[in-house]
């Protein structure tokens, strides 16, 4: 047994995985917040990491000022996509909503191939360093800072929930909407909101995983993953879908160990996630921490 | 939706009127003119125009079971091209490695399909409609990955080859006769769901997605149900796959990922939800679609558009963008879809000078 390759690839998996665990909370998110299950959060991923890649390539922004120009332009982006295609659909059957996401992450997808091409672009150097030795293993500098950055925005959205006033109202608003209006609450600036918050913390991620592996529409893929880790940790728990990430992060590099060491099937590092889906599906729907629906008439 | 359409003054005083197939003799007789119309099609059309018509009613088949899930029962599926292209793939296997007549085979592999389907449905019919699309996006994915590694079944990157259709020693070759067989099929198809939706289990799959909770306190069995209509819409699937095998003779999993999925619901969103008819139109104007997306930048070629757009190169993703936005359009502005559409216009001639 390769005792090295497998230390390796799990603290390849924590990292992949806590990147995971910060899409699914924001995917967790939108659908606490609005009820809207968002099949096109991989593309939020998407635009943003190519809007920053655009700014430093085209524009010679350099990083420290591309990142927050992207996340400004992802909070309004989101705040656009609400208001035109999720507004209307306030009050649709949830199949109706659940189609518009999957028709926008089409066109979104399309449309950043239609302007930035089909190639993978690699992004420009932002450390100086390759790698730091952490216990005596090597590691890429870009996979500590993911890790940093995908820390600080849980925290950071763990913050919000708890103590801000905005977070506040979020949370009442998820939890009825009828009362939050009756307390002062907008609901509609809380829709917003959530999809701005989503985008933008999409868009951070995004940017990660295109420092780490290049820019191109096989990012979308990090949207797909956040089903299995949000049904994992509970389709409406911000913490479940943290840990869930986290979890399918590591099963998925556990997995390609396994297979590269002893089953050599191949490709087992992208589908065990979906196994994993459908067994959970069978024992436990509502996954680690989701609240069991109870239905009232 | 359909019977919400019918005018002011046509009374049903009974319910065997209530349920006929066809609301009104002139319907039936239209319907009949229809399939007599299609069936001499070959007689009058090229080579081009019959491969249109053939990709219509193969696909046209898989979106009507398509639309008996999210039609009819209010559930979704974001795996109904693997589950076509299981039932081609299977089809292609029976017909080439087990010997069995491609007439068999067909049929068979539908049978095979709702079995598979109802492997990844079973464990999320039992819950709400997004369980079911999300059980059904990983079937999509797991479902590609055996194609692409199971290479006794599917050939793995080489193509499987599939035997031609024939029947009593007559091998139907070529798009002109290969056509008949595809009509018979949409045929039997399409009255078949019509006909379902008038018993009582199509009933209650309506019941159940108007409202399943009064329609549990009745009596129907929600699980029951729900897994019913997922265990047909893979069945239509595997038979519309079948019939794509033996008519290209060589099934390849290329192609078939997720924006095929999104393209058959397309096909019944756009054709109206819960509307037999409307998903022949659906289908018919998302296979058309890029033929006419073809047609005008061949027309636009050369011109200014073409060149600040870059067009030529480009012309699948504006396809891709404009399925998609077609498909929000519809969603938000006309939900009802084509089929609607249709009634309007025949409302508005019936109702000629008083349109209102």
Redesign the interface.
Known sequence: MNTQLLIQLLVNGLVVGTLYGVVAMSFVLIYKATQVVNFAQGELLLVGAWVCWALMIKYQVPFYLAMPITMVFMFIFGILVQLVFMRPMIGEPIISVIMVTIALSTVLQAAMKWIFGVNPQPFPQVFASQSVDVLGLQIQTVYVMSLIVSVAMIAGMAWFFQSSKHGLAMRATAFDQQVAQSLGISVKSVFAMSWAISATVSAVAGVVVAVVNGVSSGLSIYGIKVFPATILGGLDSIGGAVLGGIIIGLLENFAQFIDGEYLHWGNLYEVAPFYVLIIILMIKPYGLFGTKDIERV | MASSLIPAGDFRTSYAVDTTIFPTVTSRNFAIAGVVLCALAPFALNDYWMSMLIAIGIYGIAALGLNVL?GFT???S?GHAAFFLFGAFTSAYLSSKMGVPAFFAIPLSGLVTALVGLI?GL??A??????L???T???Q??LL?FF??AEWFSGGSVPASAEPFSIFGYTFTGDHQYFYVVLAYVVVSFLLVTNMMRTRDGRALIAVRDHY?SAEIMGINLTYYRTLSFGIAAFFAGIGGALYAHYQLVVSYEGFGI?RS?LF??MV?IGGLGSVMGTLMGTAFVVLLPEAMEWLSAALRGGVIDQTLGLKN?I??????A???I??AF??FE?DGLAHRWHQIKAYWKFYPFSH
């Not at chain 2, 039992?126 to 369980?131: A, D, I, V, W």
């Open positions: 999210l209010g559930q979704i974001i990844f464990p999320a039992r819950l709400k409609g997004l369980y699309a999300i059980a996006l990983a079937a994915y797991i990955d692409a590694r909770l924006e999104v619901l397309a969103i480009n699948t993703f504006v396809r891709e963008i399925i998609g936005v498909i929000i969603l938000v939900p």
